[in-house]
């Protein structure tokens, strides 16, 4: 099992920036890839931004350029939002991609973390 858990949320105004990181715990050795996903008020889960254990990196159009996503050691990764707009609030989710075994994939969430941009 990998069990992960963020930080980093607040508020903020417009333009501003926030960092959040995420730390997995377990069979941190078995991770693929980890990353950040966002769901807005009634909206669905969508994906912002993932980084493999090869360091391949890929992001939401709605946040290239802005969100930078990458990874301080093996088991923690770090989203660096930068330009912050309203309608990047949203509860933020760390998820990790492990293997359970040889052609087997899990995946953990974390708890999430609440970002709100607003003056």
């Known amino acids: 099992q990998v069990q992960l858990v963020e930080s980093g949320g607040g508020l903020v105004q417009p333009g501003g920036s926030l960092r959040l990181s995420c730390v997995a715990s377990?069979?941190?050795?078995?991770?693929?890839?980890m990353g950040w996903y966002r769901q807005g008020p009634g909206k669905q889960r969508e994906l912002v931004a993932v980084i493999t254990s090869a360091g391949i990196t890929n992001y939401a159009d709605s946040v290239k350029g802005r969100f930078t996503i990458s990874r301080d050691n093996v088991n923690t990764v770090i989203l660096q939002m930068n330009s912050l707009k309203p309608e990047d609030t949203a509860v933020y989710y760390c998820n990790a991609v492990w293997r359970v075994r040889v052609g087997v994939l899990s995946d953990s969430w974390g708890q999430g973390t609440q970002v709100t941009v607003s003056s």
């Open positions: 377990g069979r941190i050795f078995s991770i693929n890839a």
